[in-house]
C-alpha cells in the first residue's frame, strides 16, 4: 500500500511539473492559445499528423498511434543527448525527422519531461526566460548509451513515415487523385447511374489499380 501511494504521489508530481512547463510555453510564440500546436491530445502516442492537401503537411492521418510504450520518453531523452534543447525545440525536431508530416503536442512532451527531470535523466540549464533548455544529465547519458539501438530505431521509423509522406504527396499523383475523385463524384451524382454503370466504373478502378501495382 505505502508504495502504491509513493507512486501514485510521483505521477502526479510529475503531472504537476509538466503542467508548469506547458504553461511556460504556452504563453507566446507557437504555443499561444491558437497557435500551430495549440491543441493538446492524451496520450504520449498522439499528436499533430498534419494532411496533405489541407492544413500542414503529411498522409498519416489524424490521431493514429505514433509511439508505442515509453517510445516518447526515449526519444526526447536521445534528442536532448545531442544537443541540451527546450520543449518547442522538441517538438520542431521530430516534427523535422517525419519530413513535417506529424508533430508531438506539447500536452503529452511537457508532461515526459517533468517525468524524465524527475527520474535524474535530464535538468533544466541556468537561463534567462521562461523558456529553459534541458541537458542530459551523467544518468541521462548512461540511460541513452544503454538504449541507444532502440532510440535510433525510433528515430529511424519516424524518418520512414516521413519519407513515405513525401512519396505520396508527388505533385502528379495527387493531381490524378483530385481528377479522379472529381469524375467519381461527377458521375456518381449524374442522371443516368445505375448498378450496370456502378459494375463498369469498379472494372476500371480495379484494372487501374492492378496496372498501378505492376508499375
Given at each position: 500500500m505505502f508504495g502504491h501511494?509513493?507512486?501514485?504521489?510521483?505521477?502526479?508530481?510529475?503531472?504537476?511539473?509538466?503542467?508548469?512547463?506547458?504553461?511556460?510555453?504556452?504563453?507566446?510564440?507557437?504555443?499561444?492559445?491558437?497557435?500551430?500546436?495549440?491543441?493538446?491530445?492524451?496520450?504520449?502516442?498522439?499528436?499533430?499528423?498534419?494532411g496533405r492537401g489541407g492544413h500542414g503537411r503529411g498522409g498519416m492521418?489524424?490521431?493514429?498511434?505514433m509511439f508505442g510504450q515509453g517510445e516518447l520518453r526515449l526519444l526526447l531523452l536521445g534528442l536532448i543527448g545531442e544537443a541540451p534543447r527546450h520543449g518547442y525545440d522538441l517538438i520542431r525536431a521530430i516534427e523535422g525527422l517525419t519530413g513535417g508530416a506529424y508533430a508531438p503536442s506539447p500536452g503529452v512532451v511537457y508532461p515526459t519531461l517533468a517525468?524524465?527531470?524527475?527520474?535524474?535523466?535530464?535538468?533544466?540549464?541556468?537561463?534567462?526566460?521562461?523558456?529553459?533548455?534541458?541537458?542530459?544529465?551523467a544518468a541521462?547519458?548512461?540511460e541513452i548509451a544503454?538504449?541507444?539501438?532502440?532510440?535510433?530505431?525510433?528515430?529511424?521509423?519516424?524518418?520512414s513515415q516521413g519519407e513515405a509522406s513525401e512519396r505520396e504527396a508527388s505533385p502528379s499523383i495527387?493531381?490524378?487523385?483530385?481528377?479522379?475523385k472529381l469524375a467519381l463524384r461527377s458521375r456518381v451524382f449524374?442522371?443516368?447511374?445505375?448498378?450496370?454503370?456502378?459494375?463498369?466504373?469498379?472494372?476500371?478502378?480495379?484494372e487501374a489499380a492492378r496496372q498501378i501495382e505492376r508499375v
Open positions: 501511494n509513493k507512486g501514485a504521489r510521483h505521477a502526479a508530481k510529475a503531472m504537476r511539473r509538466g503542467a508548469r512547463m506547458m504553461a511556460k510555453g504556452l504563453g507566446r510564440g507557437p504555443f499561444g492559445r491558437r497557435g500551430r500546436f495549440a491543441d493538446a491530445v492524451d496520450g504520449e502516442e498522439h499528436g499533430h499528423h498534419h492521418g489524424r490521431g493514429r498511434r517525468l524524465l527531470v524527475d527520474e535524474g535523466l535530464i535538468a533544466e540549464e541556468p537561463g534567462e526566460g521562461s523558456r529553459r533548455a534541458f541537458a542530459a544529465t541521462g547519458q548512461a544503454k538504449e541507444a539501438a532502440t532510440i535510433e530505431a525510433i528515430m529511424a521509423r519516424l524518418r495527387m493531381r490524378a487523385m483530385a481528377n479522379l449524374a442522371a443516368v447511374f445505375n448498378e450496370q454503370v456502378a459494375h463498369q466504373i469498379a472494372d476500371i478502378l480495379d
